[in-house]
């Protein structure tokens, strides 16, 4: 089992560029998350997905927005990138929304100049 | 406000020693908490959930306590060495609002042979 993937593993966008971050699960969790990571702020939740089919914003979810394609696939897409969404982006799955330990992917380190 | 704090942001410690990481929290009643390992460079990994209705649990070296009067869990990893340094992060139920979990900042620990 890969567990979480993440890619690409590292980008360099200039300011007003689109992307969009791929992650993938093989475990058959029905949960996924999206988060960054900044010095000093820790980890803080962009967008989740509780199943296939729903999605719900977190607490950082301006400038952003996701797509859960199936049970596997959770992406997240930056429509027109800033300086200020220079972070490492991780994304992980759960088997249930709340109780269950968290399975992070190995992260996206995004650019922005 | 509700908040997450852990204790320091790095701790020293020589090997051998029991570390001891601390994690407070305000304004929330979790009826979880997790604790995770992140190393540079890669995503956090789950290490131990401990229930509100326990007040240890542990885990070959490690063990954790969740005190929900005085709004804290401990960390201890007992005979600590090198391959132990890492960013411990621990994380809680956030019950209500948009984030399922939220995260501490992190310490981060280095145990010196």
């Known amino acids: 089992n890969a567990g979480v993937t993440q890619t690409p593993k590292f980008q360099v966008l200039k300011t007003g560029q689109s992307m969009t971050l791929q992650c993938a699960q093989d475990?058959?969790?029905?949960?996924m998350y999206w988060y960054r990571q900044d010095p000093g702020m820790g980890l803080r939740l962009i967008y989740y997905?509780?199943?296939?089919?729903?999605?719900d914003k977190g607490e950082v979810p301006n400038g952003y927005n996701v797509s859960r394609l199936n049970k596997r696939e959770f992406s997240l897409r930056l429509e027109s990138a800033a300086p200020s969404q220079t972070s490492v982006y991780f994304c992980?799955?759960?088997?249930?929304?709340?109780?269950?330990?968290?399975?992070f992917g190995p992260g996206t380190r995004l650019t922005v100049t | 406000s509700q908040k997450i704090e852990q204790n320091s942001e790095a701790l020293n410690i020589q090997e051998g020693k029991t570390a001891t990481l601390t994690c407070n929290y305000t304004?929330?009643?979790?009826?979880?908490l997790q604790w995770y390992r992140q190393d540079p460079g890669r995503g956090p990994v789950f290490l131990l959930l401990?229930?509100?209705?326990?007040k240890e649990k542990r885990k070959e070296r490690l063990k954790v306590t969740f005190d929900t009067t005085l709004k804290q869990s401990l960390f201890h990893i007992t005979a600590s060495q090198p391959a132990d340094s890492a960013t411990y992060l621990c994380?809680?139920?956030?019950?209500?609002?948009?984030?399922?979990?939220?995260f501490g900042k992190g310490t981060r620990l280095s145990v010196i042979a």
């Open positions: 304004n929330y009643s979790p009826a979880y």
């Open positions: 994380a809680l139920d956030s019950y209500s609002g948009n984030t399922p979990l939220v």
């Open positions: 997905s509780a199943s296939e089919g729903t999605t």
């Open positions: 401990i229930r509100e209705n326990e």
């Open positions: 992980a799955s759960s088997d249930l929304d709340r109780v269950a330990e968290q399975y």
């Open positions: 475990m058959n969790h029905n949960s």
